[in-house]
């Protein structure tokens, strides 16, 4: 399935990075959802979003760019689904393998056993990072989550400078990285995406007309957050996905 065939949903509502933020605490500690089973569902659905908008995955690279929170997670774990659907995959973790959080650290390991390069960024140079991003076929960018404060800096600022510049296509885990959840402005540099999966419910900044440039195609992805988690905010999710659980969202025309 390309990504022009799938089901398109309008009006959808978002949720703010603290809307986010306390639809997550419910769903892992209300309800007991491990954090585990919710990083293998966007992990699916962001692979399954990347081989919708690049066909066939056989013989494809792949490079993730990985920071060391959740975000970070799910871009290392979707590797692992694009690498058993034929795909060539490495990681670029934007810090040491120390400095990761449990989760992404979790994901990074199990890359690791499989046989997946896992480059440490801040022990490489900068030509060779720039020369395996040029070779990709596909980028994924989770370096940044919707939780980021203020502008993007170091590794992650730089990274962000060398996905952008290998002029090589981008789909987004979540949000552009150094875009700004609420408001859809650039907080400094920030990924010019072709496609943002972004997930539960899409962030307001990412439907901003400021926004365009830097999400491309808009995909949302249900990764298993039950409704109740968004009671506070709204009843409609389980609507959203009645056609489908990985879906378009359309965009209002440019004023």
Known sequence: MSVAALSTV?????????????AD?????????????????????????????????????????????????????????????????????????????PLAGL???????IGVRCVDASATAEDMLAEALSRADVILDGLLGYSGKGPPRGMVAALI???????????????????DPDHGVALGVAIRASVTVTLALPKPGLVAEAARPFVGELLLADIGIPAAAFAHLTDETSVVFAQSDLVRIALPARG
């Open 161 to 179: 400078g060398l996905a952008n510049g290998s002029l090589r296509p981008i789909v987004a885990v979540d949000l552009p990285s150094g875009l």
């Open 10 to 22: 309008t009006d959808v509502p978002t949720a703010t990075a603290a809307q986010m933020a306390k």
């Open 107 to 113: 994901q990074h390991d199990i890359l690791t056993r």
């Open 25 to 101: 605490r419910i769903a892992s500690t209300d309800l007991r959802i491990p954090l585990e089973a919710l990083m293998e569902n966007a992990a699916h659905q962001v692979a399954v979003a990347t081989r919708a908008f690049a066909g066939d995955m056989a013989g494809k690279s792949v490079v993730a760019l990985a920071g060391t929170g959740n975000n970070g997670g799910d871009a290392l774990a979707a590797l692992r689904h694009l690498r058993g659907w034929g795909a060539m995959v490495e990681a670029i973790v934007a810090a040491p393998r120390e400095r990761l959080r």
